[in-house]
């Protein structure tokens, strides 16, 4: 079967590669045939070698300028080859990025993934362009903080590994996801002081998910997200800024108009769910703004089961709540990767 590239891609990005090796100090050859320790003789896209007199570190790169993202199998092979060739680190570098299992793969086998991000970042924005990969729109959001390898290692901690392999887990799909959120500003009014009272004035910024509508944090200052390049799957949102405004006033004025003991309670809690700052005199829903957040998500099958593990692109944690919401979302997950995939 024929490979999804062009030859002469391959060679300007086998090209850029070891000119980017050579910028940090190796000496870098291009198509090195090497005989392996199996006997078998292997081509070598880029090896790279930096020595300091005692010992000589050795790199061993796969470059794939392929129109899709590459499988686990690419990354699988390349393993095999950099152990048969004894080299330290074995990196593949894919122009369009990695898709279904393949980033969880190279941190099992211990390849070093290059995917777009990483590319720009190496070989800065114009190569990359040059060489057709991707090329990421802009949105309101919030920054990624954790690299794709990352994110798979602390995802691959939460996959059921099962008893001697028995039952384990298998990664139906991982990659990173742009979650829309919708970020609420909320002006407060509150009575305070003993003798005297004053209104004092205040704002909570709440963000939401727009998949349940679910709060996700609550800040006491504005966490200000920026205008940043959002590379890959976006999901669609399914709330609404309509129907959550709606969801607020209602919890408040049901708090606040409700005299049974019981219901008051109910309603309550039903406010602070949604991150409403109670007791409160008065709220005002002042500024709602549609952004983006990026997460990792690992899908995850055992025995016709299966289930998200989220992994929060700010700052590496496990987010339950959202793998929970993906979990029950799944049919809509599934559908929205399939279409991207078109």
């Known amino acids: 079967m024929d490979e999804p590239y062009s030859a002469e891609k391959s060679r300007r990005l086998e090209a850029e590669v070891a000119h980017a090796l050579a910028a940090g100090g190796y000496a870098a050859r291009r198509n090195v045939v090497r005989e392996g320790r199996s006997g078998a003789r292997h081509e070598i896209d880029v090896l790279a070698e930096k020595g300091d007199g005692l010992t ?169 997200p920026a205008e940043i390049e959002v590379a890959g799957l976006r999901l669609p949102a399914r709330v609404k800024a309509r129907a959550l405004h709606g969801e607020i006033s209602t919890a408040l004025a049901k708090w606040g108009s409700v005299v049974q003991e019981a219901a008051r309670e109910r309603w309550a809690q039903a406010a602070l769910e949604l991150g409403l700052p109670l007791p409160v005199e008065a709220l005002s829903i002042d500024r709602t703004t549609a952004c983006w957040l990026p997460i990792y998500a690992a899908v995850l099958a055992q025995r016709g089961a299966r289930r998200v593990v989220v992994i929060d692109g700010g700052d590496g944690a496990v987010d339950h709540h959202l793998a929970g919401v993906l979990t029950e979302n799944l049919g809509y997950l599934t559908e929205a990767l399939a279409e991207a995939a078109r």
């Open 56 to 224: 000589t570190f050795s790199l061993m790169v796969e470059c794939k300028a392929w129109d899709r993202p590459v499988d686990k199998e690419v990354l699988a092979k390349a393993a095999f080859v950099g152990a048969d060739v004894g080299a330290d680190k074995t990196i593949v570098v894919a122009l369009q990025g990695a898709t279904g299992g393949a980033a969880l793969s190279a941190a099992e086998l211990g390849v070093e993934l290059w995917g777009p991000e990483e590319l720009e970042r190496r070989l800065g924005r114009v190569a990359l362009a040059d060489l057709g990969a991707a090329r990421a729109q802009t949105a309101l959001g919030f920054a990624v903080a954790v690299d794709h390898a990352r994110a798979a290692r602390l995802a691959e901690r939460e996959r059921a590994k099962g008893m001697l392999g028995l039952g384990a887990e298998e990664v139906a799909w991982f990659g990173l996801l742009w979650l829309p959120c919708l970020l609420v500003t909320l002006g407060c009014t509150r009575q305070e002081g003993r003798l005297r009272k004053r209104a004092r004035h205040s704002s909570v910024f709440n963000l939401y998910e727009a998949l349940d509508g679910g709060l996700l944090e609550s800040f006491a200052a504005d966490p200000a």
